[in-house]
C-alpha cells in the first residue's frame, strides 16, 4: 500500500520550457515555465490564492490547450522582485498534454528535467569555487542531481562539462559530468560587466554528491532550501487530501487516510534523499534532549523519527508510528 500511495504522490515528469510560453489562467496573462501531465509552472504579476481554480489556456503553433487547474502552491518570485510563481494541478485528457509536449520537443522548446522535489537543494554559504568544463564558476546551492551556478560568462542551454569542486577541510573531490538545462542573467555592474546564472543537471554519481553535501553541511557551509521544502510539504499535502477518499480503509486502523498518505509521502521523499532524511534525524537529536519522553512509540526508529521532526511534530509520534507499520 506504501508504495502505490507513494507513487501516487509523486509529481509527474516536467519539461522545462525555453523560452517560457505566453498563456493565461482566467483572464490574467501568465508565463508557463514547465509543464507536466498533471500540472505546469507559471510566473504571474498578481498574486493568486492557493485553491483558486480557473482555466489554464496555452497555444504553441497548431496545437492549443484549456485545462481546468487549480493553484497548489503560489510564492513570490525571488529571481523577479515584484512578481509571483504559482503551481497548478490540471484536469484533462493526458494526451491533449503529450501532443503539445511532443510539439514542444520538436521545436527544441521544451528540455526533459528530472522532478527537482525528489532532490532537495541545499543552499551554500558563502559560495563555493568550482570549475565547469574548466572555466571558473561559483556554487549557490547543491543536490544529489543538479547545482545551481554563478558564472561571468552566459553559457547556451544543452553546453555539456565537467562539474569539479573540492569540499573544504576535507579530501573529498568532486568531478562529475553535467549539462546546463537553463541559463539567466543574474546581475549587472558598471557598464560591461555581467554575471550569470545556470542550472546544471547532474545524471551520475549521487552517493558522491550526497557525501559532499554531508561534509559541506557539517562544516555549516550547506543548509536545506527551507522554502522548497515548504513548498514541497505543501504539494504533498494536497495530494493527501486529494486521494483521502480512495484510501478509506486506512482509517479502521484509527489513522485518519489523509495523515497515512502524508507520513508516507514525506517517508518516500526521505527514502529518495538519504542526506535530507538524515539531516531531520540528526536534528530531531539534537533537538529533543530525550527522544524517549517525547516520541516513545518511535523513539528507536530513525525513519519514523525523522519523518515526525520532517513534519514539525504536529502529527502525534504513535499515528507515525503506527502508519509505519501499515506501510511496510
Known amino acids: 500500500m506504501q508504495e502505490s500511495a507513494a507513487r501516487n504522490l509523486r509529481a509527474a515528469e516536467r519539461f522545462l520550457l525555453v523560452p517560457p510560453i505566453q498563456a ?188 559532499a553535501i554531508g561534509h559541506l553541511c557539517e562544516i555549516n557551509r550547506a543548509a536545506l532550501d527551507t522554502q522548497s521544502l515548504r513548498l514541497k510539504l505543501k504539494i504533498i499535502r494536497a495530494r493527501a487530501r486529494q486521494l483521502a477518499p480512495q484510501y478509506r480503509d486506512v482509517e479502521t486502523s484509527g489513522i485518519p487516510a489523509e495523515q497515512y498518505l502524508l507520513i508516507q509521502g514525506v517517508r518516500e521523499e526521505l527514502r529518495l534523499n538519504p542526506e535530507e532524511a538524515m539531516h531531520w534525524y540528526r536534528r530531531a537529536r539534537i533537538l529533543i534532549n530525550d527522544p524517549a519522553t517525547r516520541a516513545l512509540p518511535i523513539a528507536n526508529h530513525p525513519d519514523a523519527l525523522a519523518v515526525w521532526e520532517y513534519l514539525d511534530r504536529m502529527v502525534d509520534p504513535s499515528i507515525v508510528g503506527r502508519a509505519f507499520e501499515l506501510g511496510n
Not at 554559504?125 to 560568462?153: M, Q
Request: a neutral charge; aromatic letters at 6%; charged letters at 20%.
Open 24 to 211: 493565461t489562467f482566467g483572464a490574467a496573462p501568465i508565463a508557463v515555465c514547465d509543464i507536466s501531465e498533471k500540472g505546469a509552472r507559471f510566473r504571474h504579476d498578481r498574486p493568486l490564492e492557493a485553491g483558486t481554480k480557473s482555466v489554464l489556456k496555452l497555444a504553441f503553433d497548431s496545437v492549443a490547450l484549456a485545462l481546468e487547474a487549480a493553484i497548489v502552491w503560489t510564492h513570490n518570485d525571488t529571481a523577479t522582485p515584484g512578481r509571483f510563481v504559482s503551481g497548478v494541478r490540471t484536469y484533462g485528457p493526458p494526451e491533449q498534454v503529450q501532443s503539445l509536449i511532443a510539439q514542444l520537443h520538436v521545436s527544441h522548446r521544451s528540455n526533459r528535467i528530472e522532478e527537482l522535489r525528489t532532490t532537495d537543494r541545499f543552499f551554500i554559504s558563502p559560495l563555493l569555487d568550482a570549475t565547469f568544463g574548466g572555466e571558473k564558476i561559483r556554487i549557490e546551492n547543491l543536490s544529489a542531481r543538479g547545482a545551481r551556478v554563478e558564472l561571468p560568462h552566459e553559457l547556451l542551454r544543452g553546453t555539456s562539462g565537467t562539474l569539479q569542486f573540492t569540499v573544504p577541510n576535507s579530501t573529498i573531490e568532486v568531478a562529475v559530468e553535467g549539462q546546463i538545462v537553463w541559463t539567466a542573467l543574474k546581475a549587472i555592474s558598471g557598464a560591461v560587466s555581467m554575471l550569470y546564472r545556470a542550472g546544471v543537471f547532474i545524471n551520475e554519481k549521487p552517493e558522491l554528491m550526497r557525501v
